[in-house]
């Protein structure tokens, strides 16, 4: 059984102290590539580093909404460059959120098409981070025509869902699918296509309800397996297979 962990911060600092340990258990467990998304400028070369050292880990390039105020638009050149570099699977983790109401959206929506350019420009996927902005979000796709990507974490409408696959997207879900009261979660990974799905962690954020209170870990998307299969009445075999082949698709993973 092969995993593919679509959507995972092992760069930061959270696991400086035990990364090699946890790469040592997801290869056992059947965690064999993980992507590691960017946050901002300063980190892509730690990020592209560890990459280049484990040859599992995938780098993504881009510049997080959430740090809106930390990116220049300098960041943006750098980003043409370091693509050119580095050459990493998908541009992000990029997107809007307008569910943090101190972000300036005009200056979000900026950086955004700027990025879905960028990522046109150099025939790559995106990884997309949306929070309170899925119409928006879909509206720019339409304008700026990428060659798909990932709606990381999806929790959109059913019918947002299928605009966006149709544009080529797979939906993101991890560790949300673990908890009892997560009905609308539930309801989107059981009536999705399993072919639009895929699994990530977004770790070490977003944690699985069995370690509650802890910093998530990458090792832990088997229990996101665990509760897919459940929901739609499959073997974890299955919907491992099938969630792997939709991340190698997408993201064009060796």
Request: aromatic content about 6%; overall charge negative; proline content about 4%.
């Amino acid at each position: 059984m092969e995993l593919i962990d679509t959507h995972c911060h092992l760069d930061v600092t959270a696991f400086d102290i035990d990364r090699e340990e946890i790469l040592q258990r997801c290869g056992v467990a059947g965690i064999k590539k993980i992507v590691v998304p960017a946050i901002e400028q300063s980190g892509w070369s730690k990020l592209i580093a560890l990459c280049q050292k484990y040859p599992n880990l995938y780098p993504a390039l881009g510049l997080h909404p959430v740090f809106i105020d930390r990116h220049q638009d300098a960041h943006l050149a750098l980003l043409e460059k370091q693509i050119e570099a580095s050459q990493p699977v998908a541009i992000g983790e990029i997107g809007l959120d307008f569910y943090l109401k101190d972000l300036d959206k005009t200056r979000q929506l900026a950086f955004f098409e700027s990025q879905l350019q960028i990522a046109k420009a150099s025939s790559l996927p995106v990884l997309l981070h949306v929070r309170k902005a899925h119409d928006q979000t879909i509206a720019l796709l339409k304008r700026v025509r990428v060659k798909g990507g990932i709606v990381h974490a999806f929790n959109g409408s059913a019918q947002q869902a299928q605009q966006y696959i149709e544009l080529g997207f797979r939906l993101g879900f991890g560790g949300t699918m673990t908890y009892t009261g997560s009905k609308k979660i539930h309801e989107l990974a059981t009536k999705l296509p399993l072919e639009s799905i895929v699994l990530e962690t977004d770790a070490p954020d977003m944690v699985v309800e069995q370690h509650r209170g802890e910093r998530n870990s990458p090792e832990y998307l088997l229990h996101s397996l665990t509760a897919l299969a459940k929901l739609r009445h499959m073997s974890e075999a299955e919907v491992a297979m099938q969630t792997s082949s939709n991340a190698q698709a997408v993201l064009g993973l060796h």
